[in-house]
C-alpha cells in the first residue's frame, strides 16, 4: 500500500511568485493535515482537513496561504505570493479519523525562495 | 499553550552503545499523549514510540525506550544497541484530547562505527 505522496520533492522559487504544493493520503483516510517545518524547528500544524472541510485553518496566514481538499481525497496547498520566509519543508500527513496516534507522514515538499 | 522542550541540539553515540535523549514539556493538563518522531534525511516522520499519561509503565518498542516522569514532565527516549541507521533528527511531541500535535526542535543524532 501506498504512504502519503507529496509533490514536487523540492521547489524553487522566486518571490513574489506562486507555488503550490499536491498531497495524496493514504487511501481511506479521512483526515489530512498541512504542517510548516522551518530549519531547524519541528513541524507546525497549518490546516487540518476532515473529508473536504477544513475544520482547523486557525493558523494558515490567510492572506497569502489556501488550500483545498475538493473531493475529499487529494488536497493542494498554495503561496501566492511567496515570500523568503516561506522558505521550509512543507509536509502533509492524513490519519484515519482523528487518531494522531496513527498518524502517517508524507516526505515532504522543500521550497526554497529567492 | 502547550510548549515541548528539546536541550540537546545533537548528540553522538557509538554503534552498539546506548543513547538518551531529552525531553520536557509544560502542560496543565492530565490527560495527554507523548510521542518520539524520527525524521532521517528523507524527510518523512516516522513514529518511533508514544506514551499515554495515564499508563505508568514506560512504553518499550524492541530498542527503543522511554522514561516518563509525569510529575517532572519529562519524558526521555533510550536508544539501545545504536546502530547506522538511527542516525536522523529526533522530534518529541505532545498531544492533549484535541488532534493537533506540538513537536519540540528537534535532536541530531550521529552514529559512529
Known amino acids: 500500500e501506498a504512504g502519503v505522496v507529496q509533490s514536487p520533492r523540492y521547489k524553487i522559487i522566486e518571490k513574489k511568485q506562486p507555488v503550490a504544493f499536491w498531497c495524496n493520503p493514504i487511501?481511506?483516510?479521512?483526515?489530512l493535515y498541512w504542517y510548516r517545518q522551518n530549519l531547524g524547528q519541528g513541524p507546525e500544524l497549518l490546516i487540518r482537513y476532515e473529508n473536504e472541510e477544513a475544520v482547523d485553518d486557525s493558523q494558515l496566514p490567510k492572506d497569502r496561504f489556501s488550500a483545498e481538499r475538493l473531493k475529499g481525497v487529494d488536497s493542494t496547498l498554495k503561496i501566492q505570493p511567496a515570500e523568503l520566509g516561506d522558505s521550509a519543508v512543507y509536509l502533509c500527513?492524513?490519519?484515519?479519523?482523528?487518531?494522531?496516534?496513527?498518524?502517517?507522514f508524507g516526505s515532504g515538499t522543500q521550497l526554497s525562495v529567492l | 499553550a502547550q510548549t515541548v522542550t528539546q536541550s540537546q541540539p545533537e548528540m553522538s553515540v557509538q554503534e552498539a552503545e546506548t543513547v538518551t535523549l531529552s525531553c520536557t514539556y509544560d502542560?496543565?493538563?492530565?490527560?495527554?499523549?507523548l510521542f518520539w518522531y524520527k525524521q532521517p534525511p528523507s524527510r518523512q516522520m516516522i513514529l518511533v514510540i508514544r506514551?499515554?499519561?495515564?499508563?505508568?509503565q514506560n512504553a518499550t518498542e524492541n530498542r527503543f525506550s522511554v522514561n516518563f516522569q509525569k510529575a517532572a514532565k519529562s519524558f526521555s527516549l533510550k536508544i539501545s544497541d545504536s546502530q547506522l541507521g538511527d542516525a536522523a533528527m529526533y522530534f518529541c511531541a505532545y498531544k492533549n484530547s484535541g488532534y493537533a500535535l506540538n513537536f519540540g526542535k528537534g535532536t541530531s543524532l550521529l552514529v559512529t562505527p
Open positions: 487511501s481511506g483516510h479521512n483526515t
Open positions: 500527513a492524513s490519519s484515519l479519523g482523528t487518531e494522531v496516534e496513527k498518524l502517517f
Open positions: 506514551q499515554e499519561a495515564y499508563k505508568q
Open positions: 502542560t496543565s493538563e492530565s490527560d495527554y499523549y
